[in-house]
């Protein structure tokens, strides 16, 4: 079974450019989670998607974050304009639903680097 | 408010040796899961174990133990018998019941570095 796709890996970037990531969770997973994870810490929830729907965004900054889950399946995080800060690893997870119990089962992640 | 606090930044230890990673948790739930997660340096994190707040039987896989006590709100793992292929940043985290979404809340993370 294969596991979270994410690209690109790394990214470099000026700020104020626009970025994209994109994730491609496991097959079947309804549940998909982005992640933010800066250097030396745990991964923060930035969106959780139930199918479709985002259903707690909660954590996401809304001025200049984006994200779709277009059919449910792959997901899309964008930031535009990036910003210095934005530097770290963006983590994508799925789960088969959602809840407390779940494993969710992570990509590699993108490490993005703003210059 | 919950909270994960891994208190050990950085461990190092030579190979065989054992090695117990510190977790403690905060919340007002009295039903939460708490799992441990393996982040290797490829960047994924390895899903190692699942512990629900009324069951407080302590686990053991392989090499792998886990020491849940409810009364200390403390949830520790414990690597025998050490290897090189240990090394890696190991993740304490909390999901708790009013949370329906399974939202994870992770420790800072202990950096595990295994010397032959």
């Known amino acids: 079974e294969a596991g979270v796709v994410q690209s690109p890996r790394y990214k470099i970037i000026e700020k104020k450019q626009p970025v994209a990531f994109w994730c491609n969770p496991i097959s079947g997973h309804n549940t998909l989670y982005w992640y933010l994870q800066n250097l030396g810490q745990g991964p923060e929830l930035l969106i959780r998607?139930?199918?479709?729907?985002?259903?707690?965004d909660s954590q996401l900054p809304k001025d200049r974050f984006s994200a779709e889950r277009l059919k449910g399946v792959d997901s899309t995080l964008k930031i535009q304009p990036a910003e210095l800060g934005d530097s770290a690893v963006y983590l994508c997870a799925s789960s088969k639903t959602s809840g407390r119990w779940n494993e969710q089962f992570f990509g590699p992640g993108t490490r993005l680097t703003v210059l | 408010a919950q909270k994960v606090t891994q208190a050990q930044t950085e461990i190092s230890v030579v190979e065989k040796e054992d090695v117990t990673l510190d977790c403690v948790y905060e919340?007002?739930?009295?039903?939460?899961?708490l799992f441990w997660y393996k982040q290797p340096p490829s960047g994924e994190l390895v899903f190692l174990i699942r512990r629900n707040s009324f069951d407080e039987q302590n686990e053991i896989s392989g090499r792998y133990s886990w020491n849940f006590q409810k009364s200390t709100s403390s949830f520790n793992f414990t690597i025998t018998a050490s290897q090189v292929v240990d090394s890696a940043v190991y993740f304490c985290a909390l999901s708790e019941s009013y949370n329906q979404g399974g939202k994870l809340i992770f420790g800072q993370g202990t950096e595990l570095s295994v010397k032959p």
């Open positions: 919340t007002r739930d009295t039903t939460y899961y």
């Open positions: 998607y139930e199918n479709e729907e985002a259903v707690d």
